[in-house]
Nanobody, 123 residues
Framework: QVQLVESGGGKVQAGGSLRLSCAAS????????VAWYRRAPGKQRELVAE??????????NYANSVKGRFTISRDNDKNTVYLQMNSLKPEDTAVYYC??????????????WGQGTQVTVSS
């Protein structure tokens, strides 16, 4: 079982910054990908940023709407994934979720989600 605990959300004015954290406990034998998604009111969940192919060195990918403003990173020692969000805009307002995918020692895949953290950006 993998548990993900997110923190760092809150309210900020446009142009401000926030850093989201996602601490993982009980991780499986290997992590293949970590990601941040968000769901804005009345909209579908969308991918914000991800690090894939972690076991091969890692490859980052960002939604076009956040490129140059958001940075995803990972601290292996702390089993924590971060999302640094700069130059925030009102349209970034959403609930942000972290996601971790990997493999158990048995070879079975796992896919876990955090509980979500609210980010509100005022104009």
């Amino acid at each position: 079982q993998v548990q993900l605990v997110e923190s760092g959300g809150g309210k900020v004015q446009a142009g401000g910054s926030l850093r989201l954290s996602c601490a993982a406990s009980g991780s499986g034998s290997s992590v293949n990908a970590v990601a941040w998604y968000r769901r804005a009111p009345g909209k579908q969940r969308e991918l914000v940023a991800e690090i894939t192919r972690i076991t091969s060195g890692g490859s980052t990918n960002y939604a076009n709407s956040v490129k140059g403003r958001f940075t995803i990173s990972r601290d292996n020692d702390k089993n924590t994934v971060y999302l640094q969000m700069n130059s925030l805009k009102p349209e970034d307002t959403a609930v942000y979720y972290c996601n971790v995918r990997g493999l158990w020692a048995s070879g079975d895949e796992y896919d876990y989600w955090g509980q979500g953290t609210q980010v509100t950006v005022s104009s």
